[in-house]
């Protein structure tokens, strides 16, 4: 029951910070949110601190690593094609949390901590194996700038969607720079 609760609580806390952004969410929206008394969402999270950080290191890895893993049984070429794609993020709101996240790392070393902890131990190492797997006779420095520029191109994509640049021209522009960067895995070094 407690892994179910705290889910409910940070799925809750997504759809606050989707609505209200991070500095209007409260345990007190995050509660009224999930259906909760208050004092049950101080139960599984001590403090707005802790259940950010629960937050960030549950709810946001989660979807991270969906992104990047994918579907099993995908190819390479599959997965970064639904990377550019609307869908991408399974929820309109994750996309919008992520902004969230991000715009507060600059402010914040903890939560800046936080995401480049998921970045460095978590999704670009989880990257680099579906690559290096795929492509085994690429160089190991190679398949690591190649899943980083795929990272930076498919975070291009996202904040440019959020400015209005959702086009299928210009979404099909950084995809192809993707799959180039892919097929450059395949060439002899």
Known sequence: MTRQRRRQIL????????RDGLAGTTIMNVAAAAGLQRTLVLHYFRDRDELMTAFI?????????????????????????????????RHA???????????????DTGVRHQLHELWTRRWLPAAE???QAA??????DRVAETAYAIAGLVE???????????????????RNAARALVARLGERP
Do not use: I
């Open 129 to 131: 194996e579906q690559l």
């Open 156 to 174: 291009a994509q996202w904040a440019f969607h959020l400015q209005g640049l959702t086009d299928s021209t210009r979404r099909g522009q950084l």
């Open 93 to 107: 709101e994750d996309l919008v949390v992520w902004t969230e996240l991000v715009a507060l790392a600059a402010r």
């Open 135 to 140: 492509y085994a006779t690429a160089p190991a």
């Open 11 to 18: 799925e809750a806390m997504a759809s606050v910070v989707a």
């Open 57 to 89: 290191a549950e709810a946001v890895a989660a979807y991270g690593e969906r992104m990047v893993l994918g579907e099993e049984g995908d190819s390479v070429e599959d997965r970064l094609d639904r990377l550019f794609e609307p869908g991408a993020y």
